[in-house]
């Protein structure tokens, strides 16, 4: 690839960091919140948040513990149209 192939650098920046973004996979991401308690989200490959815990925990090992539990159990969930 050339240096003269982009009409500047920002372009290229902007190009780099278009790509980083569609290379990205779905990832689980496990946090302290403002409260000071765990959670997890899941985040999808366009970076935007899909699924949450919807509540914190005191430990983070309850949290890991529900992340799992979901991880396990949404493999097999039905859809149930309301």
Same mark, same amino acid.
């Given at each position: 690839?050339?240096?003269?192939? !982009?009409?500047?650098?920002?372009?290229?920046?902007?190009?780099? &960091?278009?790509?980083?973004?569609?290379?990205?996979?779905?990832?689980?991401?496990? !946090?302290?919140?403002?409260?000071?308690? %765990?959670? %997890?989200?899941?985040?999808?490959?366009?970076?935007?948040? &899909?699924?949450?815990?919807?509540?914190?925990? &005191?430990?983070? $090992?309850?949290?890991? !513990?529900?992340?799992?539990?979901?991880?396990?159990?949404? $493999?097999?969930?039905? &859809?149930? !149209?309301?």
């Amino acid at each position: 690839m050339e240096d003269d192939e !982009y009409e500047s650098e920002e372009e290229a920046k902007e190009k780099i &960091i278009a790509l980083k973004r569609a290379r990205a996979e779905p990832k689980f991401e496990v !946090y302290k919140d403002k409260a000071g308690e %765990w959670r %997890w989200r899941l985040r999808a490959s366009n970076g935007k948040i &899909i699924a949450d815990s919807g509540e914190g925990y &005191i430990n983070k $090992q309850d949290c890991e !513990y529900g992340l799992a539990l979901v991880k396990k159990e949404a $493999q097999d969930a039905n &859809i149930e !149209y309301l």
